[in-house]
């Protein structure tokens, strides 16, 4: 008989669930969207109600395609560094505060100043920046001292979802080990951090292991879903752990690239790794497997800008001729040649993580003469975000020596995109056709958690169909000289970002 596994992402701006059969071949798939609110500067965030609606709508879609007695259980995935205050009766005191809320800059710039901060990276494996909930916190505990003093728990949007759904609260060590608040050397709160965020232990959801099943849905939830009360909810990881697993990249030399909204460089090893400056994240996935990378805050979102504030008259003319806008971008900067002319665009549209991680950063583009064309711009932008990544990439080969790439995103579903990113890194780059890594990953572990399959290497059979993008000799050799004026100008700028940030703010 056919068991399936019901895999669910929680992304920052849509939830996807998709339903998989025990041999990883997807049966169906639903993705509902969900806005980001930006009421005041720096804020990021998103309502709770609106993503639980959004996994309801999803899982009763997917669900809908068999008989919902062969489904074994839900898995999660979710995307990392959120954080969520409930009363004492687990309702929402706060919206969800996202990675990519920067209120909490000034907090986690000074403590990166102190000897702290360096003792809770090492500690921690989490950088100091206010994507975390560790800064987060503290900055709330000031901002809004009134809605803090009222909060009983303190949790993520993973471990909401999983307590609507099941009654029961808890968090995974994947999760947990990115909000800055967990010591990865013992799997534990950290109390240094916990006192710094102004929280308690017991005001933190009790952990568990990645492939933790909690046993049932609550009567109701099961009720409106249209599923067996019995089926079985698998605690999951992050989109990041679960994305390297996702596409193959959990051996030895082999990174895992993501470019979505923002982006991500990941290589997985056997052991923790901590960069000495503190640059690098390194975050639990299950036994004996760790993430080492960098998150990257512009992405995909730097080419949405470039579509809709500098090609506003052709994105809308391709949408009116039914064409997608970004293939008409790709095509533009495909006219010209490697290096754009000599253009170089820095992507710090909204501040940056890795490398720099400096809420302060901000975009820039250098070597515009007479002659430079728009169609220089579009190239400039996406070779920009590939230089980025390689910067990360470059970081994370001190952990694991790295000789081949591969990548999953809505970038991927541009081959112009894939071949210039390939040429940049100067690595081989492998792109599944199927680009739900993470919800892939989640699925097997969930079968893996309920003793279906014997071991997550099952994951390299299910991953299906890959192209892979050969770096072009002359267009590497191109790029091996940018990157490094590319680096040089990062170097020269970063100092002057904080009175660039300055100037913004006090337009406000």
């Known amino acids: 008989m056919t068991t399936y596994m019901i895999g669910t992402d929680l992304g920052t701006t849509s939830t996807k ?12 798939s639903a993705n509902v969207g969900y806005p980001l609110y930006h009421d005041q500067p720096d804020m990021a965030e998103e309502d709770p109600a609106e993503i639980w609606a959004a996994v309801v ?53 000074k403590l990166k100043r102190e000897p702290l901060g360096q003792q809770l990276y090492e500690a921690t494996g989490t950088p100091i920046h206010p994507m975390s909930p560790l800064v987060k916190l503290h900055w709330l505990k000031r901002a809004q001292p009134e809605t803090f003093a009222a909060a009983r728990y303190v949790v993520g949007i993973k471990d909401y979802i999983i307590e609507r759904l099941s009654g029961q609260l808890q968090t995974d060590y994947s999760m947990a080990n990115a909000t800055g608040l967990f010591n990865l050397h013992t799997k534990t709160w ?34 409106h879903l249209g599923l067996p009360a019995g089926v079985k909810l698998i605690m999951g990881a992050s989109d990041g752990a679960l994305s390297n697993l996702g596409v193959g990249a959990d051996q030895p030399g082999i990174a895992a690239i993501t470019i979505g909204t923002s982006g991500a460089v990941r290589v997985m090893t056997d052991r923790p790794y901590l ?45 009116a001729a039914k064409r997608d806008p970004y293939d008409d971008l790709t ?69 694991e020596p790295v000789h081949a790439v591969r990548a999953t995103g809505g970038f991927a579903r541009s081959a112009f995109w894939c071949q210039l990113l390939a040429d940049v890194l100067g690595q081989p780059l492998t792109i599944p056709v199927s680009f739900e890594s993470s919800c892939l990953a989640a699925a097997v572990l969930g079968f893996q958690a309920l003793g279906i399959v014997t071991n997550l290497d099952v994951i390299h059979q299910m991953i299906g169909t890959t192209h892979t993008y050969q770096p072009q000799a002359h267009n590497q050799a191109r790029y091996q000289q940018l990157q490094a004026t590319f680096d040089h100008i990062t170097a020269t700028l970063t100092p002057l970002y904080a009175e660039l940030a300055a100037l913004t703010r006090s337009e406000k």
């Open 57 to 109: 709508k999803t899982i009763q879609t997917v669900s809908q395609s068999v008989d919902t007695q062969q489904i074994a259980g839900i898995s999660f995935s979710a995307a990392m560094h959120s954080v969520i205050l409930l009363d004492e009766n687990r309702q929402p005191l706060t919206r969800v505060i996202t990675w990519a809320d920067n209120r909490a800059a000034a907090v986690a710039a």
């Open 190 to 223: 950290e109390p240094r951090a916990l006192a710094f965020a102004g929280v308690t232990e017991q005001q933190l959801p009790p952990l568990v292991d990645t492939n933790a099943v909690i046993d049932g849905l609550t009567p109701a939830v099961a009720a």
């Open 275 to 319: 960069d000495p400056n503190g640059r690098l994240f390194c975050y639990y996935v299950t036994a004996n497997h760790w993430i080492v990378g960098g998150p990257i805050n512009n992405g995909g979102q730097v080419f949405r800008w470039v579509r809709d504030q500098l090609y506003p008259t052709e994105s809308a003319a391709a949408k």
């Open 17 to 28: 669930s998709v339903l998989y059969d025990q041999f990883g071949r997807v049966v169906a």
């Open 331 to 399: 095509a533009l900067a495909a006219q010209v040649p490697a290096g754009a002319h000599g253009l170089l665009f820095h992507p710090y549209l909204s501040g940056e993580r890795a490398p720099l991680w400096n809420a302060d950063a901000r975009g820039s583009m250098l070597g515009i003469t007479p002659t430079t064309t728009r169609a220089d711009m579009a190239r400039a932008v996406l070779e920009g975000i590939s230089m980025n990544l390689n910067t990360v990439l470059t970081l994370t080969k001190n952990a």
